[in-house]
């Protein structure tokens, strides 16, 4: 069965805390790999596109990471404004994602 | 203007009640999608259509219909609502590289 996971389910993080945020996957037939962020009431917002091992994609202070089993989203000295919910799908066949079901953002000042 | 839109934003009905979720985009993609979300599940594909003469259901199509009036236009219908329906709905579209982009969502509430 097709499944992504990501970890933690939620993140606490002081202002400037460095941390990564974890998505795990077993799909079969993977053709990328798909980070968004989502505001509370919000529809999620693209973020990074990843397609092979080893790739790296870089945003201001969030850089993502693919390998064959997972995905990092790496956070460098985040600020308030990153608190989201951060999503990963990953690109099933033709144009059909798979989520997981996020991990919860909170930095605080 | 938003490049997708979602129609109502906010949506309270009783059980039973028959309901039309619209969405519109001006992006011009043939793909569009619509998805439920609940806390914990995360998003959930209902249907999705990839030009005007397809449509596809997804995981959880039971209970949902949809209707492709033109190529920018992709409505989703409740045609008895139930309780457990309540969620927050969000339509997308994709480009021909997969990128989805997602509207701004409608929270539905059946009583």
């Known amino acids: 069965e097709d499944q992504v996971t990501q970890s933690p389910e939620a993140l606490r993080l002081q202002e400037g805390e460095s941390s990564s945020l974890n998505c795990s996957y077993t799909?079969?037939?993977?053709?990328?790999l798909f980070w968004y962020r989502q505001d509370p009431g919000k529809g999620p917002e693209f973020l990074f596109t990843l397609y092979s091992a080893g790739e790296e994609k870089e945003k201001e202070r969030l850089k993502a990471t693919l390998t064959k089993k997972e995905s990092f989203l790496h956070i460098t000295a985040p600020k308030p404004e990153d608190s989201a919910t951060y999503l990963c799908?990953?690109?099933?066949?033709?144009?059909?994602?798979?989520f997981g079901t996020g991990t919860r953002l909170l930095v605080s000042p | 203007d938003a490049d997708v839109t979602q129609t109502p934003r906010n949506r309270i009905t009783k059980t039973g009640k028959r309901i039309m979720l619209e969405c519109s985009q001006t992006k011009g993609h043939d793909r569009m999608y619509w998805y439920r979300q609940d806390p914990g599940l995360g998003l959930r594909l209902i249907y999705y259509?990839?030009?005007?003469?397809?449509?596809n259901k997804g995981e959880i199509s039971d209970g949902y219909s949809v209707s492709r009036q033109a190529q920018a236009k992709f409505s989703l219908s409740l045609e008895s609502a139930i309780p457990n329906q309540t969620a927050l709905y969000f339509c997308?579209?994709?480009?021909?590289?997969?990128?989805?982009?997602f509207g701004p969502g409608t929270r539905l509430t059946v009583l």
């Open positions: 799908a990953v690109l099933k066949g033709f144009q059909k994602l798979v």
């Open positions: 259509s990839f030009d005007v003469k397809d449509i």
């Open positions: 799909v079969s037939g993977l053709r990328g």
């Open positions: 997308a579209t994709s480009d021909p590289g997969a990128l989805q982009f």
